[in-house]
């Protein structure tokens, strides 16, 4: 098993910044590919971004390119989301992703272990 916790949600202005932080505990978190998703109200959990195994390789949504990047400190077991250029359409509950496979993509059904979500608001 994995425990993944995440943290550093907030209330933020539109253009505003966020980095959001994913906490692994358990198995081996270093060997396993992460990813972040949302889900805002009345809509279905989707894709955010996602990361291999040793940072190599990184797949956004469209929608987030050139204003998150994703990133990963194995030593630490964290896995990172860095959140630019906010707009109130990024308002959602964002959820922390792993697998016990090295990289895992876009598909939510691809993931083993979820962490509880945290909650980013925009205000316009």
């Known amino acids: 098993q994995v425990q993944l916790v995440e943290s550093g949600g907030g209330l933020v202005q539109d253009g505003g910044s966020l980095r959001l932080s994913c906490a692994a505990s358990?198995?081996?978190?270093?060997?396993?590919?992460t990813g972040w998703f949302r889900q805002a109200p009345g809509k279905e959990r989707s894709f955010v971004a996602a990361?291999?195994?040793?940072?190599?390789?990184?797949d956004y949504v469209a929608s987030v390119k050139g204003r998150f990047t994703i990133s990963r400190d194995n030593a630490k077991g964290t896995v990172y989301l860095q959140m630019n250029s906010l707009k109130p359409e990024d308002t959602a509950v964002y959820y922390c992703?792993?697998?016990?496979?090295?990289?895992?993509?876009?598909?939510?059904?691809?993931?083993?272990?979820w962490g509880q979500g945290t909650q980013v608001t925009v205000s316009s």
């Open positions: 358990g198995r081996t978190f270093s060997s396993m590919g």
């Open positions: 992703a792993a697998s016990s496979a090295p990289y895992s993509g876009s598909y939510y059904g691809n993931y083993n272990f």
């Open positions: 990361i291999n195994w040793n940072g190599g390789i990184t």
